[in-house]
């Protein structure tokens, strides 16, 4: 009898004790992109100057400065990440080069910027109010692709492209990443990575697109279009922000989905540019619209839990 005794409390003690399972990190102990967004982060916001309402892409440098662009010129800024304010700016071409800009990568001492066509521009950083030389490359993607966004994977040597149209024929219902090599200037034939929406966006189990309207009779194609594309420093993991669907997607270095976040409407209008800092702090650029555009940053979730005494 004492014995039945004893297991039925070591049973109850058992049930008690067993909350939610721990939630499941990369082999490092890093976070995932959701842990960038947990109660406690004091996120720092700032409005932009009215020059960068159309600001699209984020890159930072080596030693940690935050740069910038709008969609219609080849322009970049320097901008301050205490503050948001712009520290400098400069050009490229001696003349005015509009075209419709949508990624921005650094790679050692060399800049990158993207249009919507796929038309790739190499160039130095200048001095604030110069004029850059640069060099146009043609990297065979198309406006059908519709390029959104830049990054560089130092691990590949390679510049990844980000694109919110079509993946290829073979690849209906897909999203691509694509890889390029600037030193061979060469574009892999077949996309790095390749996201089937529907497993991105599920409208069943997810509150992701609860702002839009006739879900039943949205197609797919609409609810995860990347607007940028970023490496994490420290995992080496890609994160993925969706301005159409206000998501942000992790997929690891071989492209395999990790975690997925939807991102507040309220606080991301429409978010275009992603970016890390040194420390790892998470920064986002929206496009401002009617408005003024915002730089947000999110605070690497180390510094949480040591602010709020929370245990990773």
């Known amino acids: 009898m004492i014995l039945i005794l004893i297991m039925i409390l070591i049973f109850f003690t058992t049930l008690n004790n067993s909350g939610p399972p721990e939630k499941k990190r990369g082999e490092d102990g890093s976070f995932r992109a959701s842990d960038y967004f947990r109660d406690g982060s004091i996120v720092q916001s700032f409005e932009l100057p009215n020059i960068l309402r159309e600001i699209s892409g ?11 662009h709008d969609d219609e010129q080849a322009t970049v800024f320097e901008l301050s990440i205490a503050d948001g304010k712009i520290l ?35 160039f130095r950083e200048g001095a604030d109010g110069e004029r850059v030389e640069y060099k146009k490359i043609n990297t065979k993607l198309s406006a059908n692709n519709d390029v959104e966004g830049l990054c560089y994977d130092p691990q590949r040597g390679k510049l990844l492209i980000a694109c919110k149209g079509s993946a290829g024929k073979k690849y209906k ?103 890390f800092t040194r420390t790892n702090d998470l920064v986002i650029s929206d496009e401002g619209g009617e408005g003024r555009a915002r730089l947000t940053i999110y605070p690497a979730p180390e510094k949480v839990s040591q602010e709020t005494g929370l245990e990773k």
């Open 173 to 275: 219902g897909k999203r691509a990443v694509f890889a390029f090599d600037p030193k061979q200037k060469n574009l892999d034939k077949k996309p790095l990575f390749l996201f089937d929406i529907k497993e991105i966006v599920d409208y069943r189990k997810s509150g992701f697109i609860d702002r839009l309207k006739n879900l039943a009779e949205m197609d797919d194609n609409l609810a995860f279009a990347p607007s940028g594309i970023e490496r994490h420093p420290v995992t080496g993991h890609f994160f993925i922000i969706a301005a159409r669907g206000n998501l942000l997607v992790e997929v690891d270095a071989d492209g395999k989905l990790i975690d997925r976040v939807r991102l507040d409407p309220k606080r991301h209008r429409q978010p275009e540019g992603i970016a």
């Open 88 to 122: 400098k700016s400069f050009r490229l071409g001696n003349k005015k080069l509009e075209k419709d800009f949508e990624g921005l990568a650094v790679a050692g001492n060399r800049f990158y910027l993207i249009t919507s066509s796929g038309n790739l521009y190499r």
């Open 58 to 68: 984020l890159a930072t440098t080596a030693d940690g400065r935050l740069f910038a």
